[in-house]
């Protein structure tokens, strides 16, 4: 199943080029969200530390975002490849009560990142199931994010959580084949 979106009249052609970068403590500072906002450089994978997180004992929900990711991955354990600056890599960690709250909160996360992705660019973002943002068409076709759900179920007294990882390749990955990103699509540099 393909969903698409598309924003009409915005494209990389109306906007000036993006002349800052990614503000991390900008970001942390400024955003309220479902709990704590962290940002670190480099970790091995952020659905992993909020998951183990979760494991540990109780916690809330929390935001994860890192430059780069050194074991990132996918549905299936399918490795998810980076350069370091070249990704948003997000992570977010929501208390639920269930596998089908998992499940609409991963949803949203996807439904969410395809419409702002959509916006940046001049080519139509579809959501392939169950977890790839693709673009099908223009002049740069391939995956261009991918959306990870994990369930830490309900035990010993702590509660459920999903942790939802979000990769968006903002910036070109040339060993990546298969792969496309933001820019290689009309959109900005900036994460």
Do not use: Y
Request: with cysteine; glycine share 12%; net charge neutral.
């Amino acid at each position: 199943m393909l969903m698409t979106s598309r924003m009409s009249g915005s494209g990389a052609a109306s906007r000036p080029p993006a002349e800052t970068g990614f503000s991390a403590s900008a970001a942390v500072a400024a955003t309220r969200g479902p709990g704590p906002l962290r940002h670190v450089e480099s970790t091995g994978s952020t659905n992993s530390d909020l998951a183990d997180e979760a494991r540990a004992g109780p916690v809330g929900g929390a935001v994860l975002v890192a430059d780069h990711q050194t074991a990132g991955r996918g549905r299936l354990d399918r490795t998810w490849v980076d350069d370091p600056g070249a990704a948003l890599l997000v992570s977010l960690r929501v208390p639920v009560d269930g596998p089908r709250r998992a499940a609409t909160v991963a949803g949203w996360v996807a439904a969410s990142a395809r419409a702002a992705v959509a916006s940046l660019v001049d080519v139509e973002v579809a959501t392939k199931w169950p977890n790839d943002l693709v673009v099908e068409d223009g002049p740069a076709p391939g995956k261009l994010a991918g959306v990870l759900a994990e369930l830490v179920p309900r035990e010993r007294g702590r509660p459920a959580v999903v942790v939802v990882g979000l990769g968006i390749n903002v910036a070109p990955l040339p060993r990546q084949e298969g792969a496309t990103s933001v820019v290689e699509c009309g959109g900005p540099r900036d994460r």
